[in-house]
């Protein structure tokens, strides 16, 4: 593998930001320092670039098997390095459901052929499957996903002995998405009484409520706290929910914890105007107080990760009704220049962007040896210049389903070059497609 020398970066990493060199080798940061002079057989010169450590993130949708003309784990996971993200943590409700050692494992043999980015799949759990969930591999998967309400792909687990025997017995984090299915019945039969078949879709956050979100967030975290569960509870989108998490512990302490994401922190009731059913996703997009919300809790440590929950749909499949198009937003290739432009705004710092999607998705899932920029760890890295505008167009849009809510947006930073695992795969437009990403491994 080609060895790389970034020369004169601005290295934000754990909690600080200093000018340094770092040597790339065989995968791995050989060295940091003020100023090395080894030769590379590249070298990049990053004066006035900020070296970071790669996005990871904890849950995204790809679609492979099965959803293929949505998209797939080589599309996507393109995207995901445009964008800075160098690993990514994928989501079981594909088609079938990976609910199964060996429906996982084949999405493992896709990722290993196709994906630029480093990779991890969580096992699905139904409420009949617990003897294969128990047979997951703590060392080489992420996670058990958990739909404790139901959404694209139909995976509600909501027999209540199964959610028991689950949250006592697993080995690994349990990934939970959290909407009390019965209160978003009854608030749909409200909603369908007085409008029939067309419902408004700003009405998705009075259906998919503030009620729905915490009852079934305030049930995991009960059962976790009953069996000591190393519970994660996915993409928080209410200020109620925050009194549930706790900041007065270490992240590396914490049993319990909470993911915030980018379209919750960036969108509100509000843009449903111009975005319609583009913005509809579980849970809603909802009232601007929230955003607010949500924001200060990443600052106060209630929120411990920032993810995208990239969930792409055809744009055809979008412009249905409310009640037809199906939730979900495509989000990864720009998840990290969002939150830069909240640099930008004021609103949040860089070493608080790099905490929360590199360091925090580290600690929260012991992957090993990556989310820090530390000598010995693999080189997933992330150049970014914070003064260059760009602007989202469908040429540069990798989505499989070819769309982006941000079409036509300009944002303030570009994403200039990433390295995955140490091979310089994506640099200013251009892609080395020749090296793969690698399965992220657990210290558990
Ligand atoms: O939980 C989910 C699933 C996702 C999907 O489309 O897979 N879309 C969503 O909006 N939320």
């Known amino acids: 593998m080609k060895s790389i020398l970034i020369k004169n970066a601005q290295l934000v990493n754990e909690g600080r930001i200093s000018t340094a060199d770092v040597l790339v080798k065989d995968g791995r940061i050989a060295q940091i320092d003020q100023s090395i002079t080894a030769e590379a057989d590249q070298t990049i010169d990053a004066t006035g670039l900020y070296l970071l450590p790669g996005v990871i993130d904890d849950q995204v949708h790809f679609r492979e098997p099965g959803l293929t003309h949505k998209a797939t784990i080589g599309s996507e996971a393109k995207a995901a390095v445009v964008g800075g993200t160098t690993s990514f943590m994928e989501m079981p409700n594909t088609v079938p459901n990976a609910t199964t050692q060996e429906l996982l494992e084949d999405k493992y043999k896709i990722a290993a052929e196709t994906s630029l980015a480093n990779y991890s799949f969580y096992m699905g759990a139904t409420n009949d499957n617990l003897a294969e969930v128990l047979l997951t591999n703590p060392n080489t998967v992420c996670g058990i996903k958990i739909f404790m309400g139901s959404s694209t792909g139909n995976m509600l687990v909501d027999n209540a002995e199964t959610l028991e025997q689950i949250f006592s017995k697993a080995k690994l984090p349990i990934a939970v998405h959290c909407e009390d299915e019965q209160t978003i019945r009854d608030n749909m039969a409200i909603y369908e009484e007085k409008y029939g078949e067309d419902i408004p879709v700003k009405c998705h956050p009075e259906i998919r409520n503030e009620a729905a979100c915490f009852k079934s967030s305030f049930l995991a975290v009960k059962l976790a706290e009953k069996h000591n569960t190393r519970l994660h509870i996915l993409h928080i989108s209410t200020e109620e929910e925050l009194k549930l998490f706790r900041n007065d512990i270490p992240l590396e302490q914490k049993r319990i914890t909470a993911e915030v994401c980018v379209h919750h922190l960036w969108f509100d009731k509000e843009d449903y105007d111009k975005y319609g059913t583009q913005i509809k996703c579980n849970p809603a997009v909802k009232e601007h107080r929230h955003k607010e919300g949500l924001l200060q809790g990443l600052l106060e440590d209630k ?117 995955v695992s140490g091979h310089l795969v994506y640099s200013n437009g251009t892609f080395d497609e020749s090296k793969k990403g690698e399965r992220l491994l657990f210290d558990r």
């Open 303 to 419: 929120l411990d990760v920032i993810a995208t929950d990239h969930a792409p749909h055809l744009w055809e499949e979008k412009q249905g009704k409310y009640k037809q198009a199906p939730s979900g937003v495509p989000l990864i290739q720009h998840s990290l220049q969002m939150m830069l432009e909240f640099v930008k705004q004021g609103k949040l710092t860089l070493e608080k962007v790099v905490e929360k999607m590199a360091h925090a998705p580290a600690i929260l899932f012991n992957v090993r040896e990556r989310g820090y920029i530390r000598e010995g760890y693999w080189a997933d890295l992330v150049l970014v210049d914070l003064n260059k505008p760009y602007t989202v167009t469908k040429e540069n849009t990798y989505y499989k389903c070819g769309w982006s809510p941000f079409e036509g947006h300009t944002f303030s930073s570009t994403i200039m070059h990433t390295i």
